[in-house]
């Protein structure tokens, strides 16, 4: 009779892992700074500058960092997640200019810095569980990531 294997034996406290999970979100933006010309908003950001701006439909990857919960297996519960991530990002900017919310009034809304605006929005608001990082896909080949410095 062999003994049963067993893991999470070595060191000290709870086993760390991490969770991640991808949110949809589609918005527009229009790229253009308040600290530069018309000139050089143009030559900057080119024909993201067009006075009518354009639309993204964005990926936001949220990775959750915590101790594996010794009852439940898990670090943390997905509907938690699902609801904090909800409330606080996906109503807030979902099929909304990006431009118009407060949170851009003083930064132009790239996608570093909707990124960070997320990063921002779910510090502290994820249910007993770390943020490691907010990555968000603009484009199949563009992708942003923020660890909060
Ligand atoms: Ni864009």
Redesign the pocket.
């Known amino acids: 009779m062999s003994a049963a294997p067993s893991f999470g034996q070595a060191g000290t406290g709870a086993a760390k892992a991490y969770f991640g999970r991808r949110y949809m979100l589609s918005a527009?933006?229009r790229?253009h700074a308040g600290s530069l010309s018309d000139e050089e908003n143009r030559n900057v950001y080119g024909k993201?500058n067009n006075p009518h701006?354009?639309?993204?439909n964005y990926t936001i990857e949220v990775l959750t960092r915590g101790p594996v919960d010794a009852a439940t297996g898990m670090v943390v519960n997905l509907a938690d997640l699902d609801l904090a991530v909800e409330t606080n990002v996906i109503e807030r900017f979902d099929h909304t200019h990006l431009n118009n919310d407060p949170l851009f009034a003083n930064r132009v809304p790239?996608?570093e810095n909707l990124c960070r605006a997320v990063y921002e929005l779910l510090t502290g608001a994820l249910p007993a569980v770390e943020l490691e990082h907010v990555r968000v896909e603009?484009t199949e080949n563009n992708f942003f990531q923020y660890s909060g410095q």
């Open positions: 527009s933006h790229l993201c701006g354009h639309g993204h790239t996608t603009e």
